[in-house]
Nanobody
Framework: HVQLVESGGETVQAGGSLKLSCAGSGVINNRHCLGWFRERPEMEHEAVATFIIDSGRKVYADSVKDRFAISHARTTNTLYLQMDKLGPDDSNKYYC????????????????????WGQGTQVTVS
């Protein structure tokens, strides 16, 4: 049984930092992309940051470049999102996701490429 569990979301003041974690359990074979997403009214999920395992490439949304950093700890199978200089527009529920599609590197920000999802953790910036 595969499970992704996010943690680390809380209320923080503007300009502050948070570090989100996503712990994975169960076996997911052939993981190719790991991502953090958040909700948007006009789309199901907006990609915030994606880590392409095969190449090590990291892809970020323009709105979070130079503020957020995605990382992955292989030994603990934990995905992280370091969030700095947070602003009110960053308030949202953040989800981690896993793609087993090799071609996820071509569309690393497309939520349809990701089959496994956590339940989300709420970030509120006041």
């Amino acid at each position: 049984h595969v499970q992704l569990v996010e943690s680390g979301g809380e209320t923080v003041q503007a300009g502050g930092s948070l570090k989100l974690s996503c712990a994975g359990s169960g076996v997911i074979n052939n993981r190719h992309c790991l991502g953090w997403f958040r909700e948007r009214p006009e789309m199901e999920h907006e990609a915030v940051a994606t880590f392409i395992i095969d190449s090590g490439r990291k892809v970020y949304a323009d709105s979070v470049k130079d503020r957020f950093a995605i990382s992955h700890a292989r030994t603990t199978n934990t995905l992280y999102l370091q969030m700095d200089k947070l602003g009110p527009d960053d308030s949202n529920k953040y989800y981690c996701a896993v793609s087993t599609r090799r071609d996820c590197e071509l569309l690393p920000r497309d939520s349809k490429m990701f089959a496994y999802w956590g339940q989300g953790t709420q970030v509120t910036v006041s």
